[in-house]
Every structure is written in structure tokens, then in C-alpha cells.
């Protein structure tokens, strides 16, 4: 009889592992049945002519969703600008052969307030708004901010600053800016 349940007992386990395994595999199997989604705005991203960020917000409440989605796409538009600014800043501070610790912080620092003014400044390049089935709201949202007119101010900045006034070069932070806006899309094939 102990052996019977004991039999029972070892056969429902066996069993048990097999659908276990079964349905193990036929996960595998869906994840090989891959669909690409389309993703709304996502075709908008950083490219030679301009600094991009995508944001994406989920809430009941529209407004929140909004502000949600645009609050991520102006951290991600403000981290790629960043990226891109100091290494123009950095190869420009170097090939400038300026004094690079105190020259390198001033530029850094107005650089950083230049990133700051030209988000309050951006224009929604994208945005899509759908609804789920349960009734929350999903905003998808792009922002840009024009690379010229970011030059400009960068530009601006480093004339009204006394200690980057004189030794500043337009033409030679310009070219390095593009080369570096170019490059970045490359990578990116944008």
C-alpha cells in the first residue's frame, strides 16, 4: 500500500514537471513568434540638425500623462544634449590650449545653464495620445531643440562671459559642434 502511494505520489510529480516543462516550452515557442510593435514617435531621435527626446506617460488622469511624458522627454533631451555639449566642450577645451582646469569649469558651467534655458524652449516635434482598455491614458511625446539655435546660444554665453570672451573661437567650436552632431547620428543611424 506505502508503495502504491508512494508510486501515486512520484507519478503526479513526474507529471506535474512534464506539464511544467511543456508549458516552459511553449513560452520559448512565443517568444520566437516575436511581433515588432510599433512604437509612436519613436522615429523621432537626435540627428545632425537637431537635439531630440522621447518621453512616454501613463496615467488615469490626461493632464498627468502629459506632463508625465513630457517631463521624461525633457530628461532625455537634456542627457543627450549634455552628452554631445561636453564633448564638443571638452575636445574644444583641449585643442584650444587654454589653461584647461579653470577654462574647461567656466565653459562647462555655462554650458550646463545654456542646456537649462534651451529646455524651457523646446517644440513638441511628435505626440500621440491613446487610451487602454483599462481606462488609463498614455501619452507619447518628442521634443527637439534646433542645434543653430542652440549654437547661438552657447555662442552668446561664452561673448557675455569675461572669462571666455577673448579666447573663445566660434568658427572653431562651430565646426567641432557639427562634426560632433554629424558623428552622433551616424552612430545612430540617424
Known amino acids: 500500500m506505502k508503495k502504491n ?3 501515486a505520489a512520484f507519478a503526479a510529480v513526474a507529471v ?3 506539464l ?3 508549458g516552459g516550452q511553449k513560452s520559448i ?4 513568434n516575436e511581433k515588432e510593435v510599433a512604437v ?3 522615429d523621432k531621435r537626435t540627428d545632425k540638425s537637431y537635439f531630440r527626446g522621447i518621453g512616454v506617460g501613463q496615467s488615469k488622469d490626461l493632464n498627468a500623462a502629459r506632463e508625465k511624458a513630457r517631463m521624461n522627454a ?5 542627457g543627450g544634449m549634455s552628452t554631445i555639449i561636453k564633448s564638443v566642450a571638452e575636445k574644444y577645451v583641449n585643442d584650444a590650449g587654454q589653461a584647461p582646469a579653470d577654462y574647461a569649469e567656466t ?8 542646456i537649462n534655458q534651451e529646455i524651457n524652449n523646446v517644440s513638441v516635434c511628435c505626440n500621440k495620445t491613446v487610451q487602454t482598455q483599462d481606462g488609463m491614458y498614455k501619452v507619447y511625446l518628442a521634443v527637439e531643440a534646433n542645434k543653430d539655435e542652440v549654437l547661438k546660444a552657447i555662442e552668446r554665453n561664452a561673448a557675455a562671459n569675461k572669462k571666455l570672451e577673448t579666447a573663445f573661437n566660434r568658427e572653431k567650436f562651430r565646426e567641432q559642434f557639427d562634426a560632433e552632431m554629424a558623428d552622433f547620428a551616424k552612430k545612430n543611424g540617424y
Not at 565653459?107 to 545654456?114: G, L
Open 5 to 7: 502511494v508512494f508510486f
Open 16 to 18: 506535474a514537471a512534464a
Open 20 to 22: 511544467v516543462s511543456c
Open 29 to 32: 515557442t512565443a517568444v520566437n
Open 40 to 42: 509612436p514617435c519613436d
Open 74 to 78: 525633457n530628461a532625455e533631451l537634456a
Open 107 to 114: 565653459f562647462e558651467s555655462m554650458t550646463k545653464q545654456v
